[in-house]
């Protein structure tokens, strides 16, 4: 947290998806609360897992789960504005993906957020750590810097 | 709640607002919790009034309220899956409109879940009743029946 | 939809569980937005058959899914109180429960919002219906009025 | 994210907020979704703020907007435990303050999860930022370490 990171812009990222957002997500102050953001990373990158064929929510035995994230807020967005998720796979390890998150208002050259997320794939049983799924690796590789 | 209402068809609503759905809308039982579908359903009824010009949340003196809903469910939705909603003005009364509203997945004919939902109209400072302002009433009168 | 229920006193209830408000519950008019009532609900009711063992949301074969429920609101909730929801079980049928639920503030004779919300038992499997578990009419018979 | 931290003690904590958890938070692998940590967080430090007198949602015109956070994971949180919110001010600066987060299974000896969460204070008409309000800084003082 010493050095603050700058709000990146779209060439950044590899992907984007565009989400809807809703009356809820605009708290007391009149826009979108800050944890609301972390629920439109998650549906930006496990859509991808899932609508690529790496990931099912009920049966898959390995699976993704968020150890650590961070995020910088630069600007606002607010409902009833659709918002669009640019992401980046930021590095593949043994067993883990760091993504690369940007929080976008729709015509915003520059992100209002931009977050790091890490998921430590598991056996969902033993919950301990397992390779990172071959298919997860070939949905991701397009999406390297 | 002693006649169960039946599956609505698309064509029993004159306005479709299609949202996406998010990882954490699914529950422990791999699919859309019921209180989601309001998030739905709010999400849709106050963007068409939002930009129809005849609501600003942070602005307006005068503000609809919910003060009555029902749902039922007739089948799941599931992220990553898109939702549609269906909207129809079923009343518009001296303060309160009536909606109804059908939660649609992309392709089916008849929606997962039926609601309908009142809004009065207060003002905002004294909570009191006030007349559907002008604006809102222009925006649904091409989405009455 | 024809006559407007009126707030239900405490006493009307058998059960009461008190749950703590979220910053985020708030929407832009600055009091918790009705799909949360939904979400207190659902807390409430599962926490109960959870506690008292008749429902394990990962591993019990028949569960409970809303397919039906309905709410009206007589005044506002507003984090941060906490609130307290009263339950009294309706009835009790081959393969439903529906449940009475008020939303009361901390200190309130009346409630805020009533709602009647049913669950259907179903097989998680099939998703076929089937007789309300033994474990749950067990739980719920001291409930009932 | 170079080191990553270790999951903290309860006696690294000044004060400690009880939440309860909701049906909704966990999701299809049945523990609390990550997104549903930054409600927690939220709604500890805000409820300490408003009960405080240093905070009105609806009225105040000095506020803090998060502008960073970061969360690491070590072990998960399910509903319906409840779960313990431990705060500490880390740094009170010109214009925003640190808080030092964790999220506590009732009975867990270290965290479930650690953040750390900077409120900017800004005017919430300008958006610009302003001084830590006195009010603020007189509720925080004891949660210093």
Redesign the interface.
Known sequence: ?TT?PVAARRDEFRHFI???????D?????HV????Y??????AV??VL??GGALD??NSLE?G?????????FSSLK??DDVEIGMRVERIGQSSV?YRLGAFAPSAASCAALA?Y?HVYVN?QTNRPVKVPEAVRRILAPLQP
């Open positions: 947290m603050r565009a989400l809807s957002t809703r009356w809820s605009n708290d007391a102050y009149g609360n800050n944890a609301i972390h629920h439109y990373f998650d549906a496990n859509r899932i609508e929510p009920v699976i789960l968020v150890v650590e994230s961070t995020c910088s807020w409902y009833p760091t790091l890490t969902r």
